[in-house]
């Protein structure tokens, strides 16, 4: 019986061995057949195995592969943490930026415009861009250049304008055409270095591609350009004629040159993006020397002991005068407005203007206008979170709000293309305009001037317009329909023929306001339009357009001529003969970024003796 069992054993254990060796041979063929498929798979793709989205150096020697790749990820690595960096900074910066910039082209996110409608597919439809978000626009690549011009347009706004005026002309020339060399040499070259027959073109090659990434390595500019350095360039030129003539593998050389403009197109979009910030940051930075003026001013208030009443409150109060209506922070856009307004004006002595300010410039804007006189007008100066309503218990605390800019585009969609028609701008009333008739009860018509606004004529035939039964007096923009944009006001009524009004100057029946509760209206609205889609910069534009429907009546479009801070192209005849310009858009005239050929129109109504001014260098 125990040998019995014994012989069992032994043929059960001879019956085991051959799975368990099968299993070991096994385990050792599976990982060698991997390695052997991932090296041969790497090798049919040749140096064309980088990802789209890296972003190798374009000047990385060819022998240094381990270091350079390296070098390679972690600068990669860092433009993408700048991107992102730039791109929090815009979401952090969006509320006190215009709304002029960005391509925010849905609700919902960080991007707050209006949604494209769906049952419009062929139609001209708007994207109403309100912050500096920045989205890649994602089309064809081969475009007019009309069409890059406005799609620029449409993703940066203006940036797009100032930068095409500002372009530089193209130097160093030589160096751009070798790295043009340079990089379609290193496309060819790792297709000719499999090629055995072609060992001489792939060393000639080589050592070409060696010696100018030497040299461009040393030298960004053709005057640094070593001795001689020109007849590299042909030589380069007659070994890259030599290697097209070659049967390589144009998958490769495809990929490759994929790889390249994935690359220049990915640099591109970065410095853009940067750029864009920038401009939008200068934009929207105080100067340096108008910050001085505010301090200096604001230290002279409270030094000097001096009577700020010199003016009686009964002229204030008097509804027979012709009331101006100016909200600002800034003490020169102001003073200009005032000035070129008195200046023009046939009796200034009917002239009463309030400029409504916020705490923090209040005290400089005060000792300003208590130093500068403006012939017989009269200027009252407003901290509008001191002042007091007879209903402030049933508002929120009050703060300055300024007119708001907004871009609309309109673009085209189809089942073959996506192509711009054309881009508008809006600029509109803020939610400090809406307390207007409280703050004035004793007023029944006012003209609301923006602080960007320059008078060329005199303004009292606006106070003889009769509007009938309409309350805002504007120049209308009929390029732009309510009803083009009837899918983002809600479930609101909209008459078809309206068309969007624009702020700059209007005037304002306050006794029809208050009869058509306009201010009460507003409000309803936006908490509507808050509570059924949320809280959006763009809810001031729709409810405002709302608010006034029907109740705008149409100025002539001479009495304002817009676009001197975001347009190069308007004649100067034009603005020698319009009533009043408006500077509205980013390129504002006391900036540096301000339209030169327009900006004389807005500094001759500085004084330009002022010893403030001059102190904090502010004339320049």
Known sequence: MKGVVGGSAKRRWRNLVIPVVGLVVLSMLVPLVFLLGL???SHSTGDATHQRNSQPNPL?????????????????????????????????????????????SKRGGNETGFSMPADLPKQAQPVIDTGPVVKNYTGEH??????????????????????????????????????????????YYPSIAKLPSFEKLSHEMKQNIQEFERVLSE?????????????????????????????????????KFRQLVDMTEDETNFHMKQSAFLYQLAAQTMPKSLHCL?????????????????????KFLNPDLYHYIVFST??????VVINSTVMHAKESEKQVFHLLTDRENYFAMKFWYFRNKYKEASVQVLNIEDIKLFDHHKVAPMHLSLPEEYRVSFHRVDELSFSLSRTEYISMFSH??????????????????????????????????DMGEKVNGAVQLCAVKLAQMKNYFSRNTIYENSCAWTSGVNVIDLSRWRAHNISETFQRLVQEMSRE??????????????????LVYSLDGSWMLSGLGRNYGIDLEAVNSAAMLHFDGNMKPWLELGIPKYRSFWKMFLNQQDSFLNDCNVIQ
């Not at 022998?63 to 390296?70: P, S, T």
């Not at 001689?228 to 490769?252: F, L, Q, R, T, Y």
């Open 142 to 187: 081969r475009r007019s250049a009309d069409e890059s011009d406005l799609i620029c347009e449409f993703r940066f706004g203006s940036y797009c304008l100032w930068g095409r005026e500002h372009k530089e002309k193209m130097e160093d020339a030589m160096v751009k055409r070798m790295k043009d060399l340079l990089f379609v040499a290193r496309a």
């Open 294 to 314: 505010s301090m200096r001013l604001t230290v002279e208030f409270f030094r000097s002991s001096f009577d700020t009443e010199t003016v009686p409150m009964e």
């Open 533 to 550: 889609e949320g809280t959006s910069e763009t809810t001031t534009l729709s409810a405002s357009l709302l608010t006034f429907q029907g």
């Open 432 to 465: 400090s305009h809406y307390l207007l008739p409280k703050i004035f009860r004793t007023l029944e018509k006012v003209v609301v001037l923006e602080d960007d606004v320059v008078v060329q004529s005199d303004l009292s035939a606006l106070w003889d317009i």
């Open 39 to 41: 090296h041969s798979g």
């Open 330 to 335: 800034n003490i020169l856009a102001s003073s």
């Open 60 to 104: 990385r020697p060819i022998d240094q592969d381990n270091d350079a790749g390296k070098r390679e990820k972690l600068e990669w690595i860092y433009r993408v943490h700048q991107s992102k960096h730039v791109n929090d900074l815009l979401e952090r910066l969006s509320p006190s930026f215009p709304k002029e910039f960005g391509n925010n």
């Open 219 to 255: 030298t960004t500019t053709d005057k640094d350009l070593p001795p001689g350095n020109e007849k590299k360039i042909p030589e380069m030129e007659a070994v890259i004629a030599k290697a097209k003539s070659c049967p390589v593998d144009c998958n490769n050389v495809d990929k």
